[in-house]
């Protein structure tokens, strides 16, 4: 049984530029979380998806935007890239919409904005 | 900034020796968990508490949710050299928010 996996793993872009992350969730999850991971900090709730819509969102701009499919499986979009957006992304997946339920993490993507 | 302050953020021991982390907040939260993040990897969950005053035992790790349910405490006996990662303590806000929230990690190294 896979857990949740995530592509690519390591990813380098430049300023300005968008970029888009994938995430398939664990077998039987129907609910998508997305977190940011900054170097030496916890993890930053950005928002997640259940039934294909953004249920709940943390304080990220629009520049951040996501996507569920009908399989679960979601995306990570994000747009006009700043240095500051340098960090590890994290997908977790659960069932059902409750923050309580138990999430489990993904490897996360390492992005590098230079 | 984080709702959650987890100290010390750096911790360095001997393998054998008994150590605390603890994770505090002004808010009170539904539940509280622990994770643990190896290098290249994601967390991974060790325990939720629920109730206040509840504690939780993990072979040598011992969980504890404050009875008011805004810190956390998590001790660890023995450490071994296996206990190495970063710990990371998540809030549970159901009455607002629906969300997690977590601290910002205490680095735990264990030397054999």
């Known amino acids: 049984d896979a857990g949740v996996t995530q592509s690519p793993t390591h990813l380098i872009k430049t300023r300005g530029q968008q970029v888009t992350l994938r995430c398939s969730p664990k077998?039987?999850?129907?609910?998508v979380s997305w977190y940011q991971q900054a170097l030496g900090q916890g993890p930053q709730f950005i928002f997640q998806y259940y039934e294909e819509e953004e249920r709940q969102r943390g304080n990220f701009p629009d520049r951040f935007s996501g996507h569920q499919f009908p399989n679960y499986s979601s995306e990570l979009n994000v747009n006009a890239l700043l240095l500051g957006d340098s960090a590890l992304y994290l997908c977790?997946?659960?069932?059902?919409?409750?923050?309580?339920?138990?999430?489990?993490f993904g490897a996360g993507t390492r992005l590098s904005v230079l | 900034t984080q709702l959650l302050e987890q100290s010390p953020q750096f911790l360095s021991i001997q393998e054998g020796e008994n150590l605390t982390v603890y994770c505090n907040s002004s808010s009170v939260f539904s539940s509280l968990q622990w994770y643990r993040q190896e290098p290249g990897e994601g967390p991974v969950l060790l325990v939720t508490?629920?109730?206040?005053?509840e504690v939780k035992k993990l072979k040598r790790l011992t969980f504890q949710f404050g009875d008011a349910r805004k810190d956390s405490s998590l001790h660890i006996t023995a450490a071994q050299p296996g206990d190495t990662g970063l710990y990371l303590c998540a809030g549970y806000d159901g009455y607002n928010f629906n969300k997690f929230y977590f601290g910002s990690g205490t680095k735990l190294n264990v030397k054999p």
């Open positions: 077998s039987g999850h129907d609910t």
């Open positions: 977790a997946s659960s069932v059902g919409r409750e923050a309580k339920n138990i999430q489990y």
């Open positions: 508490v629920v109730t206040g005053g």
